[in-house]
């Protein structure tokens, strides 16, 4: 018989004499957290209610994946190129910077940074693109990573997340800039349910997505404050750029200390003590510039694109097909099975939920491609093909010779 697992709690005279030491502001939950089922993960002294879904986000196995997982540049050895890992730590922590300043809920902010990303693609924004491109053929469905990242935690995790977390992670997406981020109202999970389908099944959905707190307002203006800086950073790391000098020193600045610093002192002052974040102007228009000029200089690279396009678009297809099949068949050896369902099994196997092997198939395919780092992308596509993948990787020593 299996021992039954015991959480053990702090007794009450401790209790009582931390909320005495601490003040008001220990017991302050605003916004109130709201889950899916209110019988578990009620909030307690010790573990608060956004602190539980930080803790949900960095304990589940999909966080550890962040590490290997491509945020602008893949087919590089070279640790010194920022993974999918850092940037969402960047993210959380500029964007709890500045809540602080402006009296928001930090734990949620947390939350929301921390799980923006976790349903990203291997080989970053590339590999989104043709994973939607499939998943589109196949069913005329739609694929953005943030709607995935609430997938992973929302349906195939079973985490309870609270809605203000879920909804800032939906509604981050970083490719849309704004002047003026004002919350929108959401009555609930009905109304959420309905916004996150609505994305699988209108291309625009996405653009019209806004965050329903203040805090996942300030996440997603912080994603692109994160990436923007230390994008270039990187490029110069890869030479895919030669001098930082290329870039306008605009109001925000050119480098990444600058444009951290600049853009934090510019929200504060315009936010302060409001019920919306804002940009002046000048600051909004720098930004907007400075991301124009990052995918002039950075993102469109013709010598990246096309090695995406020539090597890494045809093993998504191919992969995409032969684990169609190994599903449809029913070929319990495919990795599919074992690396993927299973594994979800073990990960819920204390959540209950419904029997995912149950799932759609395009959708499995999809929610295990997804979830692959770009090293396990790679050997996967050797190990069902016996045929090397093609991808050379950039020496640690390149520069040498």
């Known amino acids: ?13 401790i209790q009582e004499k931390i909320t005495e030491d601490m003040g008001p502001a220990v017991s302050a939950e605003i916004p109130k957290a709201v ?20 803790e949900k986000i960095m304990h589940c196995s999909y966080y550890n994946r962040y590490a ?9 050895k070279n640790d010194d190129i920022s993974h999918r890992a850092f940037h969402v730590q960047l993210v959380s922590r500029i964007a709890r910077n500045i809540g602080r300043l402006l009296g928001l809920n930090i734990d949620l902010i947390e ?5 923006h990303d976790i349903g990203h693609t291997p080989f970053g924004h590339a590999g989104e693109r043709f994973l939607n491109e499939l ?3 196949n069913t005329g469905r739609f694929f953005n990573h943030n709607v995935h990242s609430v997938r992973v935690l929302d349906k195939i995790l079973n985490l309870n997340l609270s ?12 490719e849309f800039e704004c002047r003026e981020y004002r919350p929108a109202p ?32 300030v996440v997603r203006i912080c994603d692109m404050i994160a990436y923007i800086g230390k994008d270039r950073q990187d490029a110069l790391r890869t030479h895919t750029i030669n001098s930082e000098e290329i870039f306008d ?13 600049n853009l934090i002192v510019n929200i504060v002052e315009n936010s302060y003590g409001k019920d919306y974040i804002m940009l002046d102007d000048e600051h909004y228009a720098s930004l907007k510039k400075s991301k124009a000029d990052n995918y002039r200089y950075i993102y469109h690279n013709d010598a990246l694109s096309q090695k995406y396009d020539e090597i890494i678009r045809p093993m998504f297809k191919k992969i995409y097909a032969r684990l169609l099949d190994d599903i449809i068949s029913g070929n319990r050896k495919s990795p599919i099975f074992a690396h993927h369902i299973e594994h979800i099994k073990h990960e819920n196997r204390f959540r209950g939920g419904s029997d995912y092997s149950l799932t759609e198939p395009n959708q499995i395919v999809v929610d295990y491609i997804a979830s692959m780092t770009d090293d396990y992308f790679i050997d996967l596509y050797e190990y069902l093909f016996d045929e090397p993948s093609g991808v050379e990787y950039i020496s640690y020593f390149n520069d040498l010779t």
């Not at 939350?111 to 799980?115: F, H």
């Not at 809605?163 to 970083?174: F, M, V």
Request: with cysteine.
């Open 135 to 137: 998943y589109n053929k």
């Open 68 to 76: 290997d997982k491509t945020q602008v540049f893949s087919f590089y």
């Open 1 to 13: 018989m299996s021992k039954i697992l015991t959480y053990q709690r702090l007794s009450k005279e």
């Open 111 to 115: 939350a929301i940074a921390l799980g």
């Open 35 to 54: 889950r899916r089922d209110p019988s578990h993960d009620r909030a307690n002294l010790w573990r608060p209610a956004y602190i539980r879904d930080v």
């Open 163 to 174: 809605l203000q977390t879920l909804d800032g992670i939906l509604c981050h997406n970083g």
């Open 249 to 261: 020193d605009s109001a925000i600045g050119r480098v990444n200390a600058q444009i951290i610093n």
């Open 186 to 217: 959401l009555s609930g999970f009905d109304e959420f349910d309905l916004k996150m389908e609505s994305c699988y099944t209108d291309p625009s959905a996405i653009e019209r997505l806004v965050p329903s707190t203040l805090e996942g307002c």
